[in-house]
């Protein structure tokens, strides 16, 4: 019997590795990928990456007033881990992720942001969902040069090297939405309404900004509420006193539940006044109810109710994992093409390094996303679509309209700020 020489295993391992170095990543082995990328060459900035595995962070809120709308977040970022988990990973690493909360407190998610990018040392971080979390962890994103992954829609007026803005922002959501609103419902007058804090604030100074100075409309009121707020009715009676064309609402989490139940039984329905909001997804609409809502529009990127390859798949998957009452909505697939994105962009960067990876983002296409198709710009946002949708009692929304084509990101549009 001939006796093995382990010399013979390395040098056709050498071989193989040779003849797979010519190949596409995707068409590598874990194994093979790992080798090719050693992790001295692919790690120079002391990350939490190991041969086997690389470290990521989450951190959202999973309690308070924004679990409501963070945690299909948090789903969907898992989701998608797992499938290139199931992949094989990145550049032959599994994803490993550490979970943290930021419990709907800025504090908070600062202090739980800088555990993970100095104490933990991970590679990318997915996470955050209103503006004033983000803004409260950009500083530290920035100082010890992290890589954040922010998938809600938002005010714009950002730019940053260190975060991928995988919703989208004004000039993409508002506008577009309120030209729709003045010319398919002939909209003249609007009531803006929102949460007391800088997303809400800054998109009405840019409705209004539009709705009066490019539309030439006019704005008959304006009211904000601390989050968290659950009793709307003085509000109620200002708009009725008002009758304006349009509700214009950007309330966001909880809140939700009791401002929609409380329209209703004001008698604010859908056959009597139009509503647009841009804050209501599949996910708020789980504790409003579809029958508290239903006939009022949504203008976002994304509906579960598309009707594409992409996103049948999508819908197919995130179900089998957490059931078939679950639900998507649209912040919920921005945050499923996070990992994605940094997937993409670590192995055209062929680097865990965060400078590396930035460099690497603009251009990035996901043809695969389950919105149709997205580009990173250079300005770190992504190139999309927007729709209009119309709820539906079952809690979903009907697309009733869509911008011909992507529309380019501007989070610094003159004339609005």
């Not at 609007?190 to 809400?200: A, K, Q, R, V």
């Not at 539906?392 to 609005?416: C, H, M, R």
Request: with cysteine; proline share 5%; aromatic share 10%.
């Amino acid at each position: 019997m001939d006796t093995f020489d382990p010399n013979d295993f390395s040098s056709l391992r050498r071989r193989i590795l040779q003849g797979l170095s010519a190949m596409p990543l995707a068409g590598l082995p874990a194994w093979a990928l790992a080798q090719q990328f050693p992790t001295a060459k692919v790690n120079t900035t002391k990350l939490a990456v190991t041969d086997a595995e690389v470290t990521v962070g989450q951190l959202h809120s999973a309690t308070g007033t924004m679990a409501i709308s963070e945690t299909g977040s948090i789903q969907a970022e898992q989701l998608a881990i797992d499938q290139i988990n199931a992949m094989g990973g990145v550049l032959g690493r599994k994803i490993k992720v550490i979970k943290e909360d930021g419990a709907s407190d800025w504090p908070t998610f600062a202090e739980k942001s800088k555990k993970l990018l100095v104490n933990d040392r991970v590679a990318a971080v997915f996470g955050c969902w209103t503006s004033a979390s983000r803004k409260a962890v950009l500083p530290i994103f920035e100082k010890e040069n992290g890589m954040l992954y922010y998938p809600t829609f938002y005010e714009g007026l950002e730019q940053s090297k260190n975060v991928i803005y995988t919703g989208q922002e004004a000039t993409q959501q508002i506008i577009w939405g309120l030209d729709w609103a003045a010319k398919e419902k002939k909209a003249k007058t609007f009531f803006l309404i929102g949460s007391d804090y800088i997303w809400p604030r800054t998109s009405n100074k840019i409705a209004r900004k539009h709705i009066e100075n490019f539309q030439k409309n006019k704005v008959v009121g304006e009211e904000y509420y601390p989050l968290g707020h659950t009793n709307f009715n003085s509000l109620i009676n200002k708009i009725k006193v008002a009758k304006p064309d349009c509700i214009y609402a950007i309330i966001v989490g909880g809140s939700n539940v009791a401002f929609y139940k409380q329209l209703k039984a004001a008698g604010i329905t859908a056959d009597k006044q139009f509503l647009l909001t841009i804050s209501v997804t599949e996910d708020e609409v789980l504790g409003i109810g579809g029958e508290n809502i239903n006939g009022f529009y949504a203008a976002m990127k994304y509906f579960q109710s598309l009707d594409n390859p992409n996103n049948k798949k999508f819908v197919e998957a995130f179900k089998a994992k957490y059931g078939p009452k679950s639900v998507i909505g649209d912040v919920t697939q921005a945050a499923y093409l996070g990992p994605w994105l940094w997937k993409m962009a670590v192995e055209k960067a062929g680097s865990f390094d965060v400078d590396k990876v930035a460099a690497a983002s603009p251009d990035i296409e996901f043809k695969e996303a389950p919105e149709g198709y997205v580009k990173i710009h250079k300005n770190h946002h992504l190139w999309s679509k927007t729709r209009v949708g119309l709820a539906q009692t079952d809690g979903q929304f009907k697309v009733v309209a869509e911008s011909p084509n992507l529309i380019e990101p501007n989070p610094f549009p003159k004339g609005y700020q």
